[in-house]
């Protein structure tokens, strides 16, 4: 079993960052697809950013060149940098993790196995 703990959501103004942490437990951790999602109020729940175990990164097209997915395999965590946050990212951002998507399998859009419970972001206007 895998379990996934998000935290470092918060409220910000347009234009303002965030770092996103998702803590795993699972010691091998470093064989796992990671990937954030969120779902907006109201809203499906979309894929944000995803990282093979290579290192290898994929975003969604409306958050490129504004978040960063970054992971530190040592202490089984995942991050996500937000910046120039803009109303349309407030939603709840959840991590997830899957042992058998890899390379090309491991997108943002992919089916993840195992989900944390989320950590929610608002941006004001």
């Known amino acids: 079993q895998v379990q996934l703990a998000e935290y470092g959501g918060g409220s910000e103004p347009t234009g303002g960052s965030l770092k996103l942490t998702c803590v795993v437990t699972?010691?091998?951790?470093?064989?796992?697809?990671m990937g954030w999602f969120r779902q907006a109020p109201g809203k499906e729940r979309e894929g944000v950013a995803s990282?093979?175990?290579?290192?290898?990164?994929m975003y969604t097209d409306s958050v490129r060149g504004r978040f960063t997915i970054s992971r530190d395999d040592a202490e089984n965590t995942l991050f996500l940098q937000m910046n120039d946050l803009k109303p349309e990212d407030t939603a709840v951002y959840i991590c997830?993790?899957?042992?058998?998507?890899?390379?090309?399998?491991?997108?943002?859009?992919?089916?993840?196995?195992?989900w944390g419970q989320g950590t929610e972001v608002t941006v004001s206007p």
């Open positions: 997830a993790a899957d042992h058998f998507l890899e390379g090309n399998s491991c997108l943002p859009e992919a089916d993840f196995s195992f």
């Open positions: 699972r010691r091998d951790y470093s064989n796992y697809c």
């Open positions: 990282i093979d175990t290579d290192g290898a990164t």
